[in-house]
Nanobody
Framework: QVQLVESGGGLVQSGGSLRLSCAASAFTSSRYAMSWYRQAPGKERELVARITNAGGSTNYADSVKGRFTISRDNAKNEVYLQMNSLKPEDTAVYYC?????????WGQGTQVTVSS
């Protein structure tokens, strides 16, 4: 059964850091572009960061550029999101996504709450 399992969320003060992890199972994630999305209450899900299958290219939402870093370890079938200088507006449920159309997989999400 294909699974993406996120971990590393939690409560942090403004200016703090968190590192999210996403573990993939039952498929070879190295063949997929991997992304992190987030969804805040009352808002649409938005792309935060994406990394290509080989890890050679990344892109970020303007709101997180310079603060967040996406990376992957294909040997471990994992992808990470290092989040620094967190702001209250970063509060959301963060979702891991794997895409290699027509295949598109989602994790269950992990809550990140940044207090002011």
């Amino acid at each position: 059964q294909v699974q993406l399992v996120e971990s590393g969320g939690g409560l942090v003060q403004s200016g703090g850091s968190l590192r999210l992890s996403c573990a993939a199972s039952a498929f070879t994630s190295s063949r997929y572009a991997m992304s992190w999305y987030r969804q805040a209450p009352g808002k649409e899900r938005e792309l935060v960061a994406r990394i290509t299958n080989a890890g050679g290219s990344t892109n970020y939402a303007d709101s997180v550029k310079g603060r967040f870093t996406i990376s992957r370890d294909n040997a471990k079938n994992e992808v990470y999101l290092q989040m620094n200088s967190l702001k209250p507006e970063d509060t959301a449920v963060y979702y891991c996504n794997a895409r290699n159309l027509p295949y598109n997989y989602w994790g269950q999400g992990t809550q990140v709450t940044v207090s002011s």
